[in-house]
Each structure stands twice: as structure tokens, then as C-alpha cells.
């Protein structure tokens, strides 16, 4: 099922979650580029991709942060693979909310980390996609994106900007015979989020992971894709929930 | 923050968790605390316990580092657990040389237990299959171990308690099976001396063997139970579906009254009862075979907010043997054992570890809730026993004996406190009085 996704690039390579999802497409013996900020990481996943069975693993470093840094590794990709099957974008940081409420420098930069240079990265992933007239590009947005909750809004509105960002994207290139998919993942046990109490609602980043690899792999899915499932219900209800009960809640 | 192990007793304050999530983080070993890893806490006991010291959580290190598709061997980071490790060499070809009766242990707390499993008397523990791997010790400094290299600290750190240091990684040789199903056959037995003479018999022809002993049953019936052995099946997934395997979970900690003389003594004739004649015969998958319990999550529970002891004792053959029947005319006295009774042979192949439990004789398993003092004179009565015929107790499984017989059971403490990391404590060595021989504080 995963034999027809060979040539895969990920951006944000080091996290827990796009991880998940190389290995299922590592045990098919695809081929990758992965990029991110620290080369002791990459190696890292490097060696577990190959360990599951990858044929091939190139790592570049780069800052994704830096909007104007990105060509290079865009640059770097195109050229390790040629055609690209499959792009997963998989980078961000949970900022503390309350730092940021106190520091606006650092809030914009929490903001472009999420959310801008995220939107620009994908802008040309884009256009690279379009030249090559096929593949498919998986973003990994938010639940937190679908309300602004008083524990992590900038986070949230960052995803937001991303998430509408992708969607409007995805319609856009489905013409042209290219899937885009939003991932928005609910709670993820990781090492991002270790630090949190783990209720039942959390989901392994493995998990997770599972499931992005299988709509990107199964031809067919595109927009908005919530993992687990579960969250497409729970994310609806709390879209709907009027202010004046939504102000009451704590989450 | 309050951590306990599988025994849910004792409930301990860590001053500090921290998550470790990669191998090459620097930690900040600071001498005014301890540390000791964490990985699913699946002891029994307080092995995995640091009160008022630092838990390194070491599931985050969930990375495989090699495999060689060609010789099986597999080198993983520490937190990876052995269902993980399963899940990939299943498909590949290759199944895990030593397991316990859990998958839900990471690499690293295997090799710092020397866990067993079901192959013991073929392929020995943990220990035996691991090749080789890399310890951080306080002082900052990473040291590959094997049995040639570092070869004191790497017999030390297997089954040493995680006081040696913080695991980071180890490569262990996988074994090649054909699908995931096993050949197995059940057969009663009525009495320790038949339980003898079937794991003699039998051993040399099945590659996994353990037995379930009632715990209730006396007089004629004492010692009575199932004796379950297995052996690789050829059988693929392709040949044979795999079986649904349900998952149901204990939802939440049961009343104490739920357990009590009447409810163990039924539970335990309907087990007996289970094989129908005196021999079985069938085909199964490796899930309820080798995992039968890891089918209901937090099973814990059942023993309620009390938590429970086990009590795993290995007792010599010959000598041993009669104080085995002797534990068994105690407990099933006793009335309280459950029913997750357990007994197996240990065979000749060595543990490499200094601290390791496993050694040659009849171990048996079983657990009880915790009644408060009640169950701790009991079990201190049982150590009486254990004691007197030269027996060990598994300090994986313990939360209570006294450093008496916790020397017994290791009678190499003294080699192995020259390889203790000073920073490196838990709940357990504290507990049994951190034994130095003269070494310094």
C-alpha cells in the first residue's frame, strides 16, 4: 500500500510524530531527506529509519524558523531526490503562553516559528509540487487551531494562520492532481508535551504518526484530517459551544 | 510528584521527574540529589523508586540506533520496550530470545532487572542476550560495556537495579522464528514432585515451558497445577490468521472486600478446571502465550488502593524441593495467595550479572494484596523458609525483606558495590541500607 510513496522529504524531521510516520514508509525501503535544526537529532532518526529498513536517509541542517534559509534546503532536497512523492511538515514548539503574553518579541517569534515560516515553507513546497505536476504534501497543524483557549491562544493562532493557510492551498492544488493535507492531531504524548499530565485522551505520537503515513499513502485523502479521529467530534462540539459557557471552561 | 511501581506499594514523593527524549542530552548530575532511570515501572516493588531523588524517565530514548536483517542483531535506545521491539521483528523474521511475562518493560529496565522468561532453562536471561551496551555514569563519562570490554561494569549494570548508571543503549541478538505462533501443550500435573519430573521430561523437548500452580489447594491436592510448554510453530501469517487479541481494561482500582479467601479459591478451581483431560494440545498465538495478563491493562488495580506484594523466591532442586511443598502447605493455609501463581525450573545457563536472581533450582511466583502487617509477618515467615534451604528472593519484586536476606540473595554484593555509581540510588538500596563493605560513604 505504501509502495507507491518511495521519495519522501520531512521538515521538522526530529519530531516524535513525523518519526511515527517515516517508519511506516522506512519498512518499505523509501528513500529520504530529512531536515532540521540539530544534527545530533538527525542522526538520531537517521539511524532508526535505516535500522527499520529505509534505503536511503540524507539529512540537511537547516533553521525552518529562518524563512530565508529555507531555499537552501528546499535546494538540497529537490536535488538528493529528484521527484518527491511525499512532504511532510512536521516542525513547531509549544511556547509558554504566559511568556509570551509578557514578551511580544517573543510572542512574534513564537508565532513565525508555528505559523508564519511555516506558511512560507509550504508556499513553495507548493510551487515545487505544481512543476512536478504530482505528489503530496502533509502539514501538521493544531486542534489548538480550531479555538483560542486561554492556556495556549498564541500557539493556537499560529496553527490557525497555517491550518487556513494549507486548507486554501489544499483546494487550490487538487485541481492540478496534488493532495494536501491538514493534520491536526489532538493530544500527543511526546516529548513536547511531557511535561503535561496524561490523561485518557492522549494519543501516542507512534499513533499518530500511523495515521499520517496512511492518508498520505492512500491516495486519496486531502483538506482537514483529524488523528485520532475521535478529535474531528470533540473539535466540532468545541467550535460550537457558545462564549458564554467556553469562558467557563478550563482547558 | 508521587510515583509507584506495578505493586502500587510503596507510593514515593520524586523531588524531580525529567523526561530524557535524546541519548546525546547532556544531564546535569547534581551530587546534592540521586538519580536513578524510570522506564514503564513495571517492578513490583521499590526497585524503581528514588523518594525524594530524581527520576530520569527514560521512555523518551525510543529510538532504534541498528539491525542487521542478515544476523538478527538489533541495537535500540534504552526506553524502547519489548512490544516495540516485537511489533518490528515480527514481520522481519525475528522474535525476542528472553521475555517476561509482561511486553510492557523497556530494554533497559530488562537488562537492569535481568529479567527471565519462559526459555530460561534454554537461553537464560536477558543478560545473556544482550551483547553489549552503553552506560553514562555520573561523572559525566559514556562507557561502551560488553563482556570484553568493561567487562566488570557490564556484569554489574545487568541485573544491578539501575544503580550502575543510566542505560543509553544495547544491541541484542534477536532469534529467527517463522510466524507468531507457537505449538503448545497443557498438561495437569497433581503434585511438585509430577511438576519435577514433566519440567525433567519435558525441557529438553520444548523451548518454553512454566506452570501454574494452584495456591489454594491442600492435602492431596497440594502442589497441583497446569504445566504449559511451547515451541516455535512453522506456521505463517499467511498459512494462519492471526486472532483477534481483545483489549479490556481494569477500569479502576477494585474494592478490597473483592478478593478474598472464597473469591481466590473459586477463581483458582475454575483455572484447574480449564484443561479438560490431562493433556492439551493445540496451536497459539505468541500474544496469550507468552503476555496472557498484558491482555487486561492495569490489571494492578484489582488489588485496589492497597497495591499488593509478589513474592518470587528461587529455591535449590534436592533440598529445595521440600521447602517448596512447604511454602505451598503455608500459603494455601495462608488462604490469601491469588491466583497468579507461578513456577518454573531454572536451568544451567549462568546469569551474567553480579546481582542477577536467576540461578538453577524451582522459582516460584505468586501475589498477595497488601494487608498492612498481617501480609508483611506472612511473607517474613516465608522468607524463614526460603532462607533455611539456601533459597533467593527476586529484588525486582520486593518492597519489604530485610537486608539479611537480601544478602542472601546476592551473595555478590560485595564485588558489585565497587561498580555502584555514587550518584545512582533508589528507594530499594536506601531501604536495605546501602551496603558499602567498607568502601566509603
Redesign the interface.
Known sequence: MKGNVRKIAIFGATSAMARGAARRFASEKAEFVLVARSAEKLDAVKADLLAFGAARAETVLCDLSDVAAQAAALDAVWNALGEVDAVLVAYGSLPDQKACEADTALAMREFANNGSSAIALCNEIGKRLEAQGRGCLAVISSVAADRGRESNYLYGSAKAALATFVDGMAVRLSKKGIRVIDVKPGLVSSPMTAHLKQGPLFASSDKVGAGIAKAIADGKTEGTLYLPGIWALIMFVVRHVPYFVFKKTRF | MTVCSWGKYPKVEAAAVQ?L????EKIDFDPATSFLAHGMGRSYGDSCLNEGGTLL?TR?LD?????D?ETGD??VEAGVTLEEILR?AL?RGYFLPASPGTCHVTVGGAIANDVHGKNHHVAGTFGCVTDEFTLLRSSGEILRCSRTENAGLFRATIGGLGLTGLILDAKIRLRRVRGPFLNVKTIQFGSLREFLQLSKELGTKYEYSVSWVDGTAHGAQLGRGLFMAGNHSDLTVEERKEPFVPKLVFPCEAPEWLLNRATIRAFNELYWRKTVGRAVEGVQHYVPFFYPLDAIENWNRMYGKRGFFQYQCVLPFGDGEEACAELLRRISAYGKGTFLSVLKTFGDVESPGMLSFPRKGITLALDFANEGKETLDFLSMLDGVVAEAGGALYPAKDARMDEAMFARSCPRLAEFVKYKDPLFSSSLWRRLGEPNFGKGA
Open positions: 523526561h527524549a535524546w541519548r546525546h524517565m523518551g529510538r532504534f540506533v541498528s539491525f536483517p538489533l541495537r518490528f514481520p
